[in-house]
């Protein structure tokens, strides 16, 4: 089976952002999936450079358009290879092979009569790159909500294209075929959208000359929608090319909800007019919105670095994050509290924690050799049945292209992992001579539960089967998604290791209250000791942080600490954590800032004497600077500062 899949081409206005990514990394889950069942996958992506708004902000930069487009293609190229994005084409509207396709499509409809030349008058949104009729203006501006900016008249002479001609075939086609436009929502829009009536769409302009040449007018540039969408065809070495015959009609085009109406207009009835089958699918996303609620856009200033983010949390962590917030039909929400949470919960407590103490169990009571397995029991039958049903269910969502759900089954059975660890409590097992054979069964049930999560994530997360399978001691060929659900296939004997967390947990406390300067702590030891715990101890004991990497006495010497009286507490202003300290020590008196304000009220704590670190370098919190830290122990959500209750004057030292 083929499968061609492509994502909108970019305008190269301005370099990606994590919003931009989320369509090519969910197409990317797809490729990758359709590549794991055996298809034979196109997976195209690009860039729409013949548009006004180029030249525009070329201008700005003082720089030729193409030169402009240059660069900015080269930090695409370089985001999706940071985000692990296995496109087998990269098309760009510049290239000959697109234009010389344009050049063709155009004089065909226009020797067809589908194209025709007429006078233009309307009013244009360049950020858009839409005409508008003055009645549809909203108070004069650009009725697009995500927009609303000024627009301009124009009137020019312009070819235009009979979109109203293949209004009836078109409703008729969309009405006979559900599946055309999804999901529902979006296709009921595109339905009444076209009760309304479609106007002929102006598809040349001669105001400037950035773009593709009409080749029988060339003082006309040819109009950026009819251009780009030919991209996806053009790729192909339409019409006669080897991968256009093999790969189009597209299985889909995956998109934003802004730029569904494009394709599911304009684009069908280009192809109904050439007599070329139409694409399968057209399936349009939300938005991810930041907490304000506005897209994340470049024009709306609330961009964050996207090469930034990969390098502080990994592309496997971030593909996850955007593919598991976007329910289908609505938006997405985007922070970076929300990434690292995710991060912690189902990346590291969940997902990585579940390899880390399996397979420290292997190696603990089984000098990592995988045991043979004995009989079954109702837990292993039950896991068994589930992983059958997960793999149906992952295989559903993603043909209705919902990742986030496929991604909520694939957790259903981590979760499900987690709780057999609990429950064949391998630890108490290992103490009893005669459950020697439950215990291998066990830890057998355990690496297969770990290749069976590496190949039902694969798609997701591309940087973890390699990692996973080096855990195993199997090459990537042990990705079958086939044998997702099939029990068995790893060999007894293959040698595993424990190796490095998978996810490292990120310390979310220091990362809000550090606030502006967001220091990321990652604790690398934190799965380890988990596992070292599991594995040493018979109670199961709450989650602790790991206890860090050993110092010597001299490294502790250099710590200065020393008991200080609280003289006066008051909240910092706009945070519902920070606490200003006014501290006497050794006769001065310092400020502390402290993240202790949810735990006490200022009252509590004056006249107090607590522990400073009194030699940690200062730093600025909220525009205070802090000259130490106070001393606290906390678990969970219960914090309590460490008091000093004899007589100890502010300055005595703690050693
Ligand atoms: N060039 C046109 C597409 C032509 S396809 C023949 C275009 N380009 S774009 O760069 O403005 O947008 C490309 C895609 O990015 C759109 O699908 C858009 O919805 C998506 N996104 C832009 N910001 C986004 C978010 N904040 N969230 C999710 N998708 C976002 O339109």
Known sequence: ?????????????????????????????????????????YFLTGTDENAQKIVRTAEACSTDPKIYCDGVVERFKELWEALDISNDDFIRTTEERHQKVVQQIFTKLYEQGDIYKSEYAGWYCTPCETFWLENKLIQ????????????????????????????????????????????????????????????????SRTTFQWGIKVPFDPKHVVYVWLDA?????????????????????????????????FHAVIWPIILLALDIPLPKVIYGHGWYLTKEGGKISKSRGNVQDSFELIQRYGSDAIRYFLLREMQVGSDGLYSEDNLVERLNSDLANDFGNFISRSLAMVVKYRNGVVPRPGQDGVLEQE??????????????????????????????????????????????????????????????????????????????????????????????????????????ILEPGTQVQKGEPLFPRIDI?????????????????????????????????????????????????KLDLRVAKILSAEKVEKTDKLMKLEVEV???????????????????????????????????LRGITSQGMILAASQGDVLEVLMVNKDLPGGARVK
């Open 1 to 41: 089976m083929k499968y061609y899949i492509t994502t909108p081409i970019f305008y190269p206005n301005s370099s990606p952002h994590i919003g931009t990514a989320y369509t090519t990394v969910a197409a990317d889950a797809l490729a990758r999936y359709h590549r794991l069942l055996g298809d034979e996958v």
């Open 140 to 203: 004069g501006k650009c009725p697009n909500a995500d927009c609303n900016r000024e627009v301009e008249l124009l009137k020019e002479e312009s070819y235009f294209f009979r979109l109203s001609k293949y209004q009836n075939i078109l409703y008729k086609y969309i009405e006979e075929h559900p599946e055309f436009i999804q999901p529902t929502s979006r296709r009921n829009e595109m339905l009444r959208f076209i009760e309304s009536g479609l106007e002929d769409l102006c598809v």
């Open 229 to 261: 969408l030919i991209n996806y065809i053009s790729a192909l070495g339409f019409p006669d090319g080897e991968n256009y015959r093999r790969y189009w009609p597209a299985d889909v085009h995956i998109m934003g909800k802004d730029i569904v109406r």
């Open 383 to 488: 896991l068994k049945e589930l992983s059958q049903e997960i793999k149906k269910a992952v295989e559903k969502s993603l043909e209705v292209f919902d990742p986030a759900s496929a991604l909520e089954q694939i957790w259903r059975f981590v979760a499900r992992c987690n709780k057999y660890v609990d429950e064949t409590a391998p630890w108490s097992l290992a103490k009893q001579d005669n459950q020697r054979e439950r215990l291998d069964t066990v830890l057998y049930t355990f690496v297969e539960c770990i290749r069976i999560m590496a190949v039902l994530t694969a798609p997701f997360m591309p940087g973890l089967p390699p990692r996973i399978c080096a855990l195993l001691g199997l090459d990537k060929g042990c990705i079958r998604w086939e044998e997702v659900d099939q029990w068995g």
């Open 509 to 557: 406390s220091q990362f809000t209250i550090a606030g502006e300067t967001k220091t990321v702590d990652q604790d690398q030891n934190m799965n380890q000791t988990q596992a070292q715990k599991e594995t040493g101890e018979a109670v199961p004991a709450p989650e602790f942080e790991p206890i860090k990497a050993e110092i010597s006495i001299d490294e502790f010497a």
């Open 586 to 620: 050794a006769g001065v008196v310092r400020t502390v800032v402290s993240g202790i304000a949810k735990h006490y009220a200022p009252e509590d704590l004056v006249n107090q004497y607590v522990v400073l670190i009194a030699n940690l370098k200062p730093t600025k």
